[in-house]
């Protein structure tokens, strides 16, 4: 299909711990989604910033480039790079996000929408060619999607800082029994407040958060078939079977019992 010509995926991945970092010019184009955590980003030597999660920030051939993890944190790190003449459109009508070096990066206000769009992406990059019309349809929409996020900064500042290192504490360690009641008491903010900081750079509430990563490692400690069912309900933090495994069916699809089977099935 020539309508879709012009793009070929470089190269892709997810690094769910990503601690490296990146000091270098570029050959191509690439979009990079800050997921969890935290990271340092900077263009052409000037003063780092940090940039938090929920948020995206693009590169391209030309400045030179720094952006890495913060010392003492790991954060969630995709990213899909290409290149190809298509792309000059997508400058041409400005599809690909404003370039200039110092501001190549917006905080997302609808980080499950462009998650899902986003890692749609990659999932299919793992079944098509780089320049198969689906891979470049997929990206185009992920790049469009940002066109409907306001232009805020990712910057955070007092309190807003401190929530960010909670949510961090509970990606971390999502099995601890946290109470969100006592945690916005030691912050010095309401429940409310805490509520909705907590919503705008996760996309979650605090529970639906921890909910969804305590599915996470229970799903982990199901794939190494080392522990019943039972026990790892209790492991993950829950007490009663029909919660939980309503819980994890509605993010993975499947009982917690036939996904294990399923993943030895596979394997």
Request: hydrophobic share 35%.
């Amino acid at each position: 299909m020539n309508y879709f010509s012009g793009l070929k995926v470089f190269r892709f991945n997810h690094c769910p711990d990503f601690h490296q970092s990146v000091d270098c010019t570029l050959e191509t184009y690439a979009l990079n989604y800050i997921r969890q955590g935290r990271c340092t980003f900077a263009s052409n030597g000037n003063k780092p910033i940090q940039l938090h999660a929920p948020a995206v920030f693009w590169t391209w051939p030309g400045p030179r480039w720094q952006y890495g993890a913060v010392p003492g944190h790991l954060w969630d790190h995709s990213f899909v790079s290409w290149k190809g003449d298509r792309t000059r459109t997508f400058l041409k009508t400005n599809l690909f996000p404003n370039t200039d070096p110092a501001s190549a990066y917006l905080r997302l206000t609808d980080p499950i929408g462009f998650e899902r769009a986003f890692f749609g992406l990659l999932q299919l990059l793992q079944t098509y060619e780089p320049d198969h019309p689906m891979i470049v349809n997929r990206l185009e929409g992920a790049l469009l999607l940002l066109h409907h996020q306001p232009a805020t900064s990712t910057a955070l500042t007092g309190i807003a800082v401190q929530i960010s290192d909670l949510i961090d504490r509970v990606r971390v360690q999502p099995t601890s029994p946290w109470d969100f009641l006592t945690e916005s008491r030691q912050l010095g903010c309401t429940p409310a407040y805490l509520r909705r900081v907590w919503k705008a750079q996760t996309g979650l509430t605090p529970i639906g958060f921890l909910q969804k990563h305590r599915m996470n490692q229970a799903a982990v400690l199901l794939r190494q078939n080392q522990r019943s069912v039972d026990q790892i309900m209790r492991e993950v933090g829950y007490d009663h079977p029909g919660y939980f495994y309503r819980l994890f069916r509605a993010q993975y699809g499947m009982a917690p019992g036939e996904y294990a089977q399923a993943f030895q099935s596979a394997g």
